[in-house]
C-alpha cells in the first residue's frame, strides 16, 4: 500500500513538463521512446540525460540477489528439517 502511495505521488505524469521543470532539461520525446527501457532501468528526458541516477541498476541487482540467495537458503534449511 505505501509503495502505490509513493508511486502516486512521486511519478511525474507529463514526463516532459518533468524533464524541464526539475532538471532544467529539454525533452525529446524520440529519444524517450527510443532509449527508456525498464531493465535495466532508464528514462531519458533527451539523448544524454537519463533521469535515473547511476546507482540505481547496481541496487536493483544486488537486492535482487539478496532476496534469491535469502529464499534459496530457507528453502533449503526448511527441506532438510523436514527429512
Sequence with gaps: ML????????????IGE??????????????YLE??????????CNPTFDMVPAYINPVLAISLSAVVISLGRWLRQHFRSRT
Design 3 to 14: 509503495y502505490a502511495y509513493v508511486a502516486l505521488q512521486y511519478h511525474p505524469f507529463d
Design 18 to 31: 518533468h524533464c524541464e521543470l526539475h532538471y532544467g532539461q529539454p525533452f525529446d520525446a524520440k529519444a
Design 35 to 44: 532509449l527508456s527501457s525498464d531493465i535495466p532501468v532508464r528514462q531519458f
